[in-house]
């Protein structure tokens, strides 16, 4: 059972140059997440998907834009990556979270630096 | 901002020892969850306790839940080695959205 699948799982950039992370999940779950992970700071939301084709922003959207491909993928792009997105990247999926309160399952996670 | 503030950041215990994390929360919420997070993996579920429950087990965990504070807390009995991990907690505010805290960072000393 592969559940939540991200790639890549490491990825270097410079200033300026533009990457795509992707998602895909397997359980056919309606909600998409993308959240970084940053020392001392925890996890914060990036964008979220409730359901395929809509898409809303978070706590941190800025830098980001997101497309929810089908029911199983959710890409997440920089256009013009900066230092200041030097982080851990995480996709989850859920059921419906306002419907249920379902719990959230992770990938593994995309390692990104940008020089 | 963080909704959920974990106490202590860190902790370090002996094999066999139990283990109590703390969560307080700024808002009102659905429900409260616990993640871990074992060093370069994903974050894996523990347990949810819904706002209208008290106390809940699963195994070896207990979390409570205080509304009135806006508190929780993880108890992790017995712990072993394995456990060593980060534990998080999370607030479901609404719908649609988790909002984690920053974590603490446990260690279990053989």
């Known amino acids: 059972n592969a559940g939540v699948t991200q790639t890549p799982k490491f990825q270097v950039l410079k200033t300026g140059q533009s990457m795509t992370l992707q998602c895909a999940q397997d359980?056919?779950?309606?909600?998409m997440y993308w959240y970084r992970q940053d020392p001392g700071m925890g996890l914060r939301l990036i964008y979220y998907s409730a359901s395929e084709g809509t898409t809303d922003k978070g706590e941190v959207p800025n830098g980001y834009n997101v497309s929810r491909l089908n029911k199983r993928e959710f890409s997440l792009r920089l256009e013009s990556a900066a230092p200041s997105q030097t982080s851990v990247y995480f996709c989850a999926s859920s059921r419906p979270m306002g419907a249920t309160n379902e719990k959230l399952f992770f990938g593994s996670g995309t390692q990104l630096s940008v020089l | 901002s963080q909704q959920g503030e974990e106490d202590p950041q860190a902790l370090s215990i002996q094999e066999g020892e139990n283990a109590t994390m703390n969560c307080s929360y700024k808002t009102s919420i659905n429900n409260l969850q616990w993640y871990r997070q074992n060093s370069g993996r994903g974050l894996v579920h523990l347990i949810l306790i819904r706002s209208n429950e008290r106390e809940k087990h699963s195994g070896r965990l207990r979390v409570t839940l205080d509304t009135s504070k806006k508190s929780s807390s993880l108890l992790i009995t017995a712990s072993r080695a394995a456990d060593t991990a980060s534990y998080f907690c999370a607030t479901a505010q609404g719908a649609q959205k988790l909002v984690f805290g920053q974590g603490t960072r446990l260690t279990i000393n053989p």
């Open positions: 359980m056919n779950h309606n909600s």
